[in-house]
């Protein structure tokens, strides 16, 4: 079955880094666009960052452009986010998602808590 099994989430203080992936299974993973989303307590969730299949473009929330990084390998069927100088707003269960065409699976979700 189609399984988006998100890790890397954790307490972190402001101006830190964590590296989220998300591994997939159960369906043709390098076929699909990947995405992370976030949502924070209160607030709707939105989208984070974007790959294309093959990974040549990317796209990115005006809110962690220049701070986050998305990436995958379709070899190990895995996304990553790489997060950089982290800021208490970015706060947030962070979900991956693979979309194609009518087709969307979620993953569980990972938190990410920035504090001091």
């Known amino acids: 079955q189609v399984q988006l099994v998100e890790s890397g989430g954790g307490l972190v203080q402001p101006g830190g880094s964590l590296r989220l992936s998300c591994a997939a299974s159960?369906?043709?993973?390098?076929?699909?666009?990947m995405r992370w989303y976030r949502q924070a307590p209160g607030k709707e969730r939105e989208s984070v960052a974007r790959?294309?299949?093959?990974?040549?473009?990317?796209n990115y929330a005006d809110s962690v452009k220049g701070r986050f990084t998305i990436s995958r390998d379709n070899a190990k069927n895995t996304v990553y986010l790489q997060m950089n100088s982290l800021k208490p707003e970015d706060t947030a269960v962070y979900y991956c998602m693979a979309h194609q065409g009518l087709n969307d699976y979620w993953g569980q979700g990972t938190q990410v808590t920035v504090s001091s």
């Open positions: 159960g369906f043709s993973f390098s076929s699909y666009v």
């Open positions: 790959i294309t299949s093959t990974g040549s473009s990317t």
